[in-house]
């Protein structure tokens, strides 16, 4: 049984506050977890509360009903608990970063319970043995960064990495890679949120850069090394400016899928996340037609982890792929039913970080425990390598 949950303010890696929690149980086990924080959110997000309000909401409606009443073992009870003690399907009232660093803290604390590390509890005995390619957000702008890039994140992928550690270290080299060559080419920069390179560069520079980057790398590494996109178009998107706003002309939204398709083309992209405005699931639709054979279209303002988008989009064939953020839709359980849901639509399966972060390392266990295809959670940056390097032990431990 839950006996304790404490929650309080700490600090998030863009210097916010956010939402930690810690949970105890009768037989002794500890679990703390804290919420991330998005910039550049989708419309369709469960609802992020100030702090403050978010912790004294949950401490009025959630704690109380969880305290004593529930198994910390039972996710799905804590989830459905958490949701009840709710009474909305946004989490409007307790807020979903009070909620989500419930459910994870819970999580922990029965994997303390059982002596087993989270990837083993969330898991099972039946998990799969695969693990996660880690993207590397390398070059960024968009909301993540003033004055650089138009396109969000460039993000290097070693699909060819025979293990996670390789992976993980060859996207720290295409970003140390970058650096250099910013140098070289009279265009330092400073790092956006995700710790990204942010140089005040266009678009098509940028892929040129990435492109040299990750070949440099790959004949180091002697694996291959691709890379992908997240577009977070729904950033871009203005209906009065009449489509997709760049730094030097508009595309509408035609104009925006073909453009996409001649990347995915031109440069063999290997991923690309929110090409399209998160309310056009056609457009969406029209590209995965285009080019859903030869790379991941992803969806995450487009889904925001909820199944019942989700739902449509496997409908539509909007999308071949899902981005999973816990704090878009509050809870473990949602989170997991939707990565259940994808996987029996042979979606892929992308876990993923917030701009807004914290020393938390939940999500690279859950990627492990569901068997994710890939995991996003940057390249470098204390609140990055967190995850990074528990991947990295993580791998160690099950080997
Ligand atoms: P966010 O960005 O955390 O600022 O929403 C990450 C993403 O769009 O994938
Ligand atoms: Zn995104």
Redesign the pocket.
Known sequence: LITDIRLRRILDSRGNATVEADVLTESGGFGRAAA???????EFEAIELPPNEAIANAREHAVPRLVGEVHAGDQRAVDNTLRAADGTDDFSEIGANSAVAISMATAKAAADVLGAPLYQHLGGAFRGDNFPVPLGNVIGGG??AADATDI??FLSAPVGAPSVADAVFANAAVHQEIHDMLIERDTPAGKG??GAWAPSIDDAEAFEILDEATSTVAEEVGFEIKFGL?V?AAEMYDEDEGGYVYSDQVRDTDEQVEYITELVEEWDLAYV??PLDENDFEAFTDLTANVGDQTLICG??LFVTNVSRLEKGIEMDSANSI?I?PNQIGSLTDAFDAIELAANNTYDVIV?????ETEDTTIAHLAVATDADFI?TGAVGGERTAKLNELIRIADDAA
Not at 36 to 41: D, F, L, V, Y
Not at 352 to 356: D, E, L, P, T
Request: no cysteine.
């Open positions: 991330p924080s998005g910039a550049s959110t989708g909301e993540h969000q994140e949120d995700e997240d977070a996340e929110d995450d303002d981005l953020k993923s970080h917030r701009s807004g996003k």
